[in-house]
């Protein structure tokens, strides 16, 4: 679940290197795993290596030679001159005992199979010339590609293109998964990816210590809350939604059932009293309590029984939504700011910042979407307009001091102590209206139960990505919430929890 920036891969080896095993057998032992690959991919017809002149093409000639000894049809081509190879590339192109192909586009011919060895996941500089018209005819050939590493093009640790990339049916990967293999729009053009163990021993990353994982059970499961067997509703927290004005009421009941599904025990919708009997009529489970000014709204949060907030859901733009905001946050329980709340300190965030940083403990989540991110961190979008996503949001939640969770394909959230984790289990149709109202009513509800803000929220947007998977094609988000119960049963099931 660990994954590795390129910078991090390269430490890997070397304190692999260090402890005794020589760099030429891990290139071995990747080459024989791309080999594999390419033998699961297709049974039969011609293969045909692209290699570049690094460790990547080094990769490359090694799965040749293998391929070759297993009675496959292989031919090389190379970006470069044989002889002008290098280190462990020039000792596994010493392997390849027939000759190389020139680097020329015509060259491909009509394989079954293509193995992009050309660039490996540090490329930082975009591909031009002779490189970017392979990578072109690659794509244009119409055979598999699988990708050594990374398709060539992506930046391994940002995910970007640059300039041009492989469109790869699965990418080969070593020892763990790199950035790109799940930001967009590196994922995109990964195909399938598959991890090969190489030789390096899990112990290095003692050492690496990474700060970035990739967001699956595994990663939480210590978090995860079961309810015990003589608990009570009351020992599962009591969430608060606040909702909107009369035309503005639906995305608070979204999160007020999202909450009320993914644990709390109760869950109240804070409403105006001229929305009262909307919510009211709407609403069997969850209760309804009349708020209409910031007064009333502290007056409600004197009961320490209320254990999470959500704000944001259709609560309009301006100064009450800030009042409402900086009340929650005086409180110090958990709050989720979604939304509205956060674009009503899009001209002074640094306000927001100021009290949550000044919090003890603040168990506060932000949930923008990339259109919501540039009005509260307009700096970190503007002058760094290249960054990743995954530094980006981290970087947000140093600036903030609360736990930023950016939505999208790749959702990504990030910690104010620097851990960060990705999600790639999000199907296209979760993209609908009011999903994210779901998802903050979700975090709420798992703060309510007391889960630590980060952790809510990797687990709210894992739970989220498997219910829209769960509900399928033409999901609605008030789909999301009725088959939670169903992810739930498969997370029991994975951790070893009877029900």
């Not at 690094?54 to 009675?71: H, I, M, S, T, Y």
């Not at 949001?393 to 001091?401: I, K, T």
Request: a negative charge; glycine letters at 10%.
């Amino acid at each position: 679940m660990e994954i590795l920036t390129t910078a991090e891969m390269e430490r890997a080896d070397r304190l692999t290197i260090a402890g005794g095993t020589p760099g030429f057998a891990l290139m071995m032992s990747a080459g024989q795993a791309v080999a594999e690959a390419a033998m699961d991919l297709v049974e039969e017809g011609p293969i045909v290596v692209v290699a570049g002149r690094g460790n990547n093409g080094g990769d490359g000639f090694v799965a040749a030679a293998e391929l070759a000894a297993r009675g496959r049809e292989v031919s090389v081509i190379l970006l470069c001159e044989r002889d002008s190879l290098q280190g462990d590339a020039a000792l596994a192109a010493r392997g390849w005992k027939y000759p190389v192909l020139p680097f020329n586009p015509q060259a491909i011919g009509k394989p079954a199979l293509i193995i992009d060895a050309l660039f490996g996941a540090g490329l930082n500089r975009p591909v031009k010339g002779d490189p970017l018209e392979m990578i072109e005819a690659i794509n244009a050939n119409g055979a598999p590609v699988l990708a050594v590493d990374l398709p060539s093009g992506i930046n391994g640790t940002t995910g970007a293109v640059m300039g041009a990339a492989i469109d790869a049916a699965e990418t080969v990967t070593f020892f763990r998964r790199k950035p790109a293999h799940l930001l967009m729009p590196g994922r995109k053009h990964c195909g399938r990816v598959r991890v090969a163990e190489i030789g390096i021993d899990a112990g290095v990353l003692e050492e690496i210590r990474p700060q970035t994982f990739e967001n699956v059970p595994q990663s939480w499961q210590k978090s995860f809350p079961v309810p015990p067997i003589d608990g009570h509703k009351y020992a599962r927290g009591h969430a608060v939604v606040l909702s909107g004005e009369l035309a503005s009421t639906g995305a608070a009941r979204l999160a007020a059932r999202g909450a009320l599904r993914a644990g709390a025990g109760l869950v109240t919708v804070a409403s105006p009293r001229d929305a009262l009997a909307v919510n009211a009529a709407a609403l069997t489970a969850v209760m309804v309590r009349p708020v209409d000014t910031v007064v009333e709204f502290a007056d409600m949060l004197g009961d320490r029984r209320l254990s999470s907030v959500v704000i944001g859901p259709g609560a309009g733009i301006g100064a009450r939504t800030r009042d409402l905001v900086h009340t929650a946050l005086s409180t110090k329980r958990g709050l989720v700011l979604d939304a509205d709340a956060l674009t009503s300190f899009a001209e002074a965030p640094e306000r927001l910042f100021e009290q949550i940083r000044a919090s003890e403990d603040p168990q506060v989540v932000l949930t923008p979407h990339e259109g919501e991110f540039p009005r509260l961190f307009s700096d970190i979008s503007n002058k760094h307009p290249g960054r990743s996503k995954l530094e980006r949001v981290r970087d947000a939640a140093q600036r903030c001091g609360a736990v930023v969770l950016l939505k999208g394909p790749d959702t990504v959230v990030a910690s104010p102590d620097g851990r960060a984790s990705i999600a790639s289990n999000a199907p296209p149709w979760l993209a609908t209206a009011g999903a994210g109202d779901v998802l903050a009513g979700m975090i709420a509800g798992l703060l309510a139960q007391g889960v630590p803000a980060y952790e809510a929220a990797c687990i709210s947007v894992w739970m989220h990505g498997e219910a829209a998977g769960e509900a399928g094609p033409g999901l609605i988000a008030e789909d999301l919430s009725e088959v939670l119960p169903a992810v739930f049963r498969r997370v029991y099931d994975e951790f070893g929890v009877e029900y």
